[in-house]
């Protein structure tokens, strides 16, 4: 059973930029979550969706970050500007659906704003 | 007061020694916990959870919890090199859609 893919692995851009990154989430798997990963720190859920639909985004920075999920498989997590403290890994997970189940994180794709 | 607190190590045992992580936690609600392993420049990977309490067995692995204490553990039996990481601690949150909290992680350093 492949896993969870995301692409690129690594990303490094110029604060005020724009970044997305993209996740395939395990084949079959209704739910989808995007982390952030600051160094030194545990992952933060940033958004998690359920479907195509959105469960939690309470923290995620509106403002700048937005995600979507248009066919209920894989997702784009999108940063617009970014700024020096997005600097961090983006981890995508996914689990069977909502309920009690394990989440399978993706290899992370690490971003650095210069 | 942290949602999730671990102590951030490094912690180092010696090889063949138990080494013991721990946990606490603020939400009184949580109902199931979840060990997640982490190596340096990866992504994590589940070890085991636990929503009873008391002691859970699996392998070299025995996670503990006590609900009352809002404490959960775990223990390393016949520590090995290759188990130096960083050892994420989650409880669920309350409520469904299976939210993970997760803590900062304590470093596990083990030398030969």
């Known amino acids: 059973e492949a896993g969870v893919a995301q692409s690129p692995r690594y990303k490094i851009i110029e604060k005020r930029q724009s970044v997305a990154f993209w996740c395939n989430p395990i084949?079959?798997?209704?739910?989808l979550y995007w982390y952030q990963q600051i160094l030194g720190q545990g992952p933060k859920l940033l958004i998690q969706f359920q479907n195509n639909g959105v469960v939690d985004d309470s923290q995620l920075p509106k403002d700048r970050f937005s995600a979507e999920r248009l066919k209920g498989v894989d997702s784009t997590l999108k940063i617009q500007p970014a700024k020096l403290e997005d600097s961090a890994v983006y981890l995508c997970a996914s689990s069977p659906g909502d309920r009690e189940e394990t989440q399978y994180f993706g290899p992370g794709t690490r971003l650095l704003v210069l | 007061q942290k949602e999730v607190e671990q102590n951030s190590g490094p912690l180092s045992v010696p090889e063949g020694a138990i080494a013991s992580l721990n946990c606490t936690y603020s939400d009184r609600g949580s109902q199931s916990f979840f060990w997640y392993r982490q190596y340096s420049g990866k992504s994590p990977e589940l070890i085991m959870f636990i929503y009873s309490n008391g002691d859970k067995e699996d392998g070299r692995f025995t996670a503990q919890l006590n609900k009352a204490s809002q404490y959960v553990s775990l223990l390393i039996r016949d520590s090995q090199p290759s188990d130096s990481a960083t050892y994420l601690c989650?409880?669920?949150?309350?409520?469904?859609?299976?939210?993970?909290?997760f803590g900062a992680g304590t470093r596990l350093a083990v030398h030969p």
């Open positions: 989650a409880p669920r949150r309350p409520g469904g859609y299976n939210k993970l909290i």
């Open positions: 084949s079959g798997h209704a739910t």
